[in-house]
Structures are given as structure tokens and as C-alpha cells.
């Protein structure tokens, strides 16, 4: 399996950006996808995740801001940023594991795509 990520950039503080993940290959039906990101110096960490049957979950310190969607015709999985805050400046990873299994915890991602980076100036 291959995810092609894009979308990253540089957003002002209070702006917005819409990630986008591409799959392709050998992909499970039924599968999760979703985003971790890596702030510089620190571990990276769960953003959002969504199956393909749309149910999706994410981090607290992101709800009521990020909203996490897909487009399973596609293979596609979005990621809408929205208030987005200095602290959210990271490269963001796009994560797939087969099946509806938990992408949380990124001992279970079993396809990593290469970063995006998203940098939010204040």
C-alpha cells in the first residue's frame, strides 16, 4: 500500500487547510485510515482516524476543529483543519492498517505515507 499525502503549507493563525491522503496498491477493502503528526522534538502523535464504514474518531485537542472525512470510490481520506494554531505546526502523516482495527495507537499503523508539513505562523 502506498499514501501519497499532500496539502501541507503555511496558514496564518486562525486559518484553515485541507489535507489530503491518496491510497493505492493492495488495499483492503475495509480498512482505517487517518493522520498522526511530529512536532519538532517531540513524538509523534494520533491527529484522526476514520473507517471505511465512516466512523471515525479524534484527538481531543483537536475536535471541534480538525473534521476528518473520506472518499472510499477514491481511496481518499481528507483531513479539513480549521482555527488552526501555532502549536498545530507539524508534519502531518498519513496512516493505514486493513480491517477496522484501531489506528490510535501507532504500534497498529501498518503503512506509513511521507509527511506534509503544515506550519501555522502567529
Known amino acids: 500500500v502506498q499514501l501519497q499525502a499532500s496539502g501541507g503549507g503555511l496558514v496564518q493563525a486562525g486559518g484553515s487547510l485541507r489535507l489530503s491522503c491518496a491510497a493505492s496498491?493492495?488495499?483492503?477493502?475495509?480498512?482505517?485510515m487517518g493522520w498522526y503528526r511530529q512536532a519538532a522534538g517531540k513524538e509523534r502523535a494520533f491527529v484522526a482516524s476514520?473507517?471505511?464504514?465512516?466512523?471515525?474518531n479524534l484527538a481531543d485537542h483537536v475536535k471541534g476543529r480538525f473534521t476528518i472525512s473520506r472518499d472510499n470510490a477514491k481511496n481518499t481520506v481528507y483531513l479539513q483543519m480549521n482555527s488552526l494554531k501555532p502549536e498545530d505546526t507539524a508534519v502531518y502523516y498519513c496512516?493505514?492498517?486493513?480491517?477496522?482495527?484501531?489506528?490510535?495507537?501507532?504500534?497498529?499503523?501498518?503503512?506509513w505515507g511521507k509527511g506534509t508539513l503544515v506550519t501555522v505562523s502567529s
Open positions: 496512516a493505514y492498517r486493513k480491517f477496522s482495527k484501531d489506528l490510535r495507537s501507532g504500534s497498529g499503523v501498518e503503512y
Open positions: 496498491g493492495s488495499i483492503f477493502s475495509v480498512n482505517n
Open positions: 476514520i473507517r471505511t464504514g465512516g466512523s471515525a
